[in-house]
């Protein structure tokens, strides 16, 4: 069986497609992990084939538009050229992106398709070739369901019906969304695909589809009013072995008494040198030392660092966050996932998108400082939340005992054993 993996966004979105593919490649299949060009060698390391898809639109995230738009204290006019310019920008990259997700199941013709939400095009388009496909989601944000509200809503106590509504509204916009995009991409590029009645959980040809949930029921429970064909897994982690950190680093490590991890992957900033020297006061400040990722623009490079800082441009968060006390992050899904796996506490600083509703789940399992926003981050208030959670043993503790129930799970196979087998859940 030939089983295409197609996965879009940052690294976060692409190191657990990484782990599945590997996984289902053990077993005998030819795997194939679509994702954008510039993780070509990431995937290739790992001894699997690659397809490229564009990266046009993960390139937006550096233009100062989406800085503006993203950033809590950008004046309202000026979010809202931001905004308004990104949305066109994006509608036409879109179709770049539909357009190789259409090339390449066409030139693969595979058994089987796994996707990322974000790469949605590929149900549509595996539907036109009548090639099964399966939803793989980093986050439970397109099933509704009664337990919670969707996440980027607020909760009301045990309110189920609220719940029920958030979700669905979130997927109807969702499904109305995404149906005129492909409308308009399939009118001018002249494809006939069935769009009209587009739902972002079943196949026009198959019906119901397999919904993969890539977290720890630990963290969230799978909640019983679910179709049957969607699963919790337990995350989908990458083996870190193939990291050699350098001597310094090796070193640094060694010779730090308390150390911290920041970084924030490609979140954007309007003042990367401002926030670079305001990392620097709040790491003096709280009498640490960080290794810090200056990421993808968000913290400037050109900096003269001080002794109790090590920069680097990024490092595996699966083998950091053994070596750290504590990690200061956006709040990404994956990044959640590594410090969950490694019994590192967080502090979380949200920009948007899902990250303020794991901020909040991680402090409400008590494995993570209470937020700050990305609005009020400053120097005083960073170096006080490093010092109340190196201060803190509960954290410490409650950390490494989700990390050993996290141990026992094997989302991998999990994932593996219900795309090759169709097992359905027991509600």
Avoid at 279 to 294: C, E, G, M, P, S
């Amino acid at each position: 069986m030939h089983i295409l993996l197609m996965t879009y966004g940052t690294r976060g979105d692409i190191q657990p497609f990484i782990a599945l593919a590997y996984g289902l490649q053990q077993t005998g299949h030819m795997v194939t992990l679509a994702a954008p060009g510039r993780f070509q060698s990431l995937v290739q390391q790992h001894g699997l084939a690659f397809a490229p898809l564009t990266d046009a639109l993960i390139n937006l995230t550096s233009k100062p538009q989406f800085a503006n738009a993203s950033n809590p204290g950008t004046g309202f006019l000026k979010k809202i050229s931001s905004i308004v310019k990104l949305r066109a920008q994006g509608r036409d990259l879109q179709g770049a992106l539909l357009d190789d997700i259409f090339e390449t199941i066409n030139r693969i013709r595979p058994d089987k398709i796994v996707f990322h939400p974000k790469a949605f095009g590929a149900l549509a388009i595996a539907d036109h070739f009548a090639i099964p496909a399966i939803l793989a989601q980093l986050i439970p944000a397109l099933i509704p369901t009664r337990a919670y509200p969707h996440i980027g809503f607020p909760n009301m106590a045990d309110c189920q019906k609220y719940n029920l509504l958030t979700g669905k509204l979130v997927k109807g916009l969702v499904n109305l969304s995404l149906r005129n995009s492909l409308r308009d991409w399939a009118s001018k590029r002249h494809k006939v695909i069935p769009y009209q009645k587009f739902d972002i959980l079943k196949s026009q040809k198959f019906g119901a589809i397999t919904v993969l949930n890539a977290y720890s029921n630990a963290i969230i429970a799978r909640p019983n009013d679910w179709p049957k064909k969607a699963a919790v897994t337990g995350y989908w982690f990458v083996n870190d072995a193939l990291y050699e950190p350098s001597t310094e680093m090796t070193s640094f490590i060694k010779n730090s008494q308390k150390l911290i991890y920041i970084g924030f992957g490609s979140m954007p900033a309007t003042n990367p040198q401002k926030t670079a020297q305001m990392l620097i006061d709040a790491v003096k400040q709280a009498n640490v030392q960080a290794i810090i990722a200056t990421g993808w623009g968000g913290i400037a490079s050109d900096v003269d660092w001080p002794s109790n800082i090590y920069a680097v441009r990024e490092v595996p968060h699966e083998w950091m966050f053994k070596h750290v006390k504590t990690a200061i992050h956006h709040g990404g899904a994956g990044t959640c996932a590594a410090a969950l796996r490694a019994g590192c506490p967080s502090i979380i600083v949200p920009f948007f998108g899902d990250q303020p509703f794991w901020a909040k789940r991680l402090y409400t399992i008590g494995v993570a400082h209470q937020l700050i926003p990305s609005s009020k981050l400053d120097a005083k208030c960073l170096a006080s939340a490093i010092s109340d959670i190196l201060a803190t043993p509960q954290v410490h503790e409650t950390a490494k005992r989700i990390a050993k129930q996290i141990s026992h799970e094997n989302g991998v196979a999990t994932a593996v054993d219900l795309i090759l087998n169709g097992t359905e859940i027991a509600a």
